[in-house]
């Protein structure tokens, strides 16, 4: 049995914050606004992982009325939710992903994020792919407004 998830996620970039994405750590002046650390590219793999299996969403997992999800590394949350579908009996045949962000540019951080998520998730970095978009100067993301994550994945049992 086959099964494709499907996840996005957006958040407000603020001072004072960390920009994450896929758990490293970009250097701009803002970061991600969010009850955990806000890494818009984690929270849409998450959602695509938990969509595909069935098993909920991010928010049903580790809701933002919880303190304890507070200010949380969500790649402990992507560790959570792997453990989760593999004891479901899913395997992650592929993960796929876009970022959107005027800036920085990701392209000098994709191989680190693709090795950080290779080794949060357990699998290769061959089955990861992150690719990246800008806003086209358009609001929000095009302004450096936000930053967006949309995620599809692969899961077969």
């Known amino acids: 049995m086959f099964r494709i998830g499907l996840g996005t996620d957006l958040h407000r970039l603020v001072e004072g914050r960390k920009l994450l994405l896929g758990g490293v750590p970009l250097d701009f002046n803002r970061g991600e606004d969010g009850h955990s650390d806000g890494d818009v590219l ?59 962000l005027q800036a920085p540019k990701f392209i000098p951080y994709r191989n680190k994020v693709l090795e950080n998520l290779s ?29 967006e994550a949309e995620c599809v994945c692969l899961l077969s049992r």
């Open 42 to 100: 984690i929270h849409a793999i998450i959602d695509a992982l938990l969509g595909a299996s069935a098993l909920g969403d991010i928010g049903s997992f580790f809701p933002p009325e919880d303190d304890q999800w507070k200010d949380c590394d969500s790649s402990l949350l992507l560790k959570q939710v792997i453990s989760k579908i593999s004891s479901e009996g899913w395997k992650i045949e592929n993960i796929d992903c876009v970022v959107k």
């Open 119 to 147: 080794e949060i998730m357990g699998i290769e970095k061959e089955r990861i792919f992150v690719k990246a978009k800008t806003g086209e100067k358009l609001p929000p993301v095009g302004t450096s407004e936000a930053v």
